[in-house]
Structure formats: C-alpha cells, structure tokens
C-alpha cells in the first residue's frame, strides 16, 4: 500500500483546487460585467428618452412661435389693408406720384415676404393703380 502524505494536498489535488477558484472567479466576473453592461444601457436608454421629449417640448414652442408670429404679421397685413383705402384719398396734386410708389413699394415687400399671396397682391395694387 503506497504511503500518503497527510496534510497538504498533492500536486494534482493543488491543480484542480485552483481550477476551481479561477472558474468560479470567472463566472462571477462574467455575471458582474453583465449586470453592469445592461444597467449602463437602461441608463443610456432613459437618458435618450428624456431628450427626445425635450426635443418635442422644444419643437412644439417653435411651432407656436411660428404661428403667433404669422398672426402679427396677418393682423398688420390686415390694419395696413383697413388704412390704405384712405391713404390715396388724402393727398393731391403733384405729391401723389412719390406716395403712390412707396406704396407699391410697400405692398411689394409684404408680397416678398410671404404676407401676402399673389392674388392679394394684384388686388391690392390693382386697388392702387386705379
């Protein structure tokens, strides 16, 4: 019967004991960089749903904006429409020719600028020119 140390382990008995430690330290690694890995894109996931709902909100004031600003413009257009019927009456003589051009110069850039369409345009100089 071969004699058996008592005590320490053998070379093998060593190999196999460290084997499984590393196996386990792997696995545990393994698990832990998982864990991080789906926390991180949960994070990353909310934090792109955020600044899509700040890009709505910020969006959606620009559309308001947008739409307050053409009703100034439509609610100048149409003071500018009430008061230029009365404008050609006023002057007489050889003053009117200089009022008359700032006029259609007037309507001209409110027609550039996309206040008023093109129908509106012809109306109103059409108005002017008779």
Do not use: N
């Given at each position: 019967m071969p004699l058996r140390r008592v005590g320490r382990p053998g070379l093998l008995g060593l190999a196999a004991r460290t084997a499984v430690v590393a196996g386990t330290a792997t696995a545990v690694s393994g698990g832990m960089q998982r864990r991080?890995?789906?926390?991180?894109?949960?994070?990353?996931?909310?934090?792109?749903?955020?600044?899509?709902?700040?890009?709505?909100?910020?969006?959606?004031?620009a559309q308001q904006a947008v739409a307050q600003q053409q009703a100034q413009q439509q609610a100048q257009w149409q003071a500018q429409q009430q008061a230029a019927p009365a404008a050609p009456a006023a002057p007489a003589g050889g003053g009117a020719g200089g009022d008359l051009m700032a006029q259609l110069q007037q309507l001209a850039a409110l027609h550039a600028q996309g206040i008023l369409s093109d129908d509106e345009f012809s109306a109103a100089k059409a108005k002017l020119l008779s």
């Amino acid at each position: 019967m071969p004699l058996r140390r008592v005590g320490r382990p053998g070379l093998l008995g060593l190999a196999a004991r460290t084997a499984v430690v590393a196996g386990t330290a792997t696995a545990v690694s393994g698990g832990m960089q998982r864990r991080q890995q789906d926390k991180a894109m949960e994070e990353q996931q909310a934090a792109d749903y955020q600044a899509q709902q700040q890009q709505a909100q910020m969006d959606a004031a620009a559309q308001q904006a947008v739409a307050q600003q053409q009703a100034q413009q439509q609610a100048q257009w149409q003071a500018q429409q009430q008061a230029a019927p009365a404008a050609p009456a006023a002057p007489a003589g050889g003053g009117a020719g200089g009022d008359l051009m700032a006029q259609l110069q007037q309507l001209a850039a409110l027609h550039a600028q996309g206040i008023l369409s093109d129908d509106e345009f012809s109306a109103a100089k059409a108005k002017l020119l008779s």
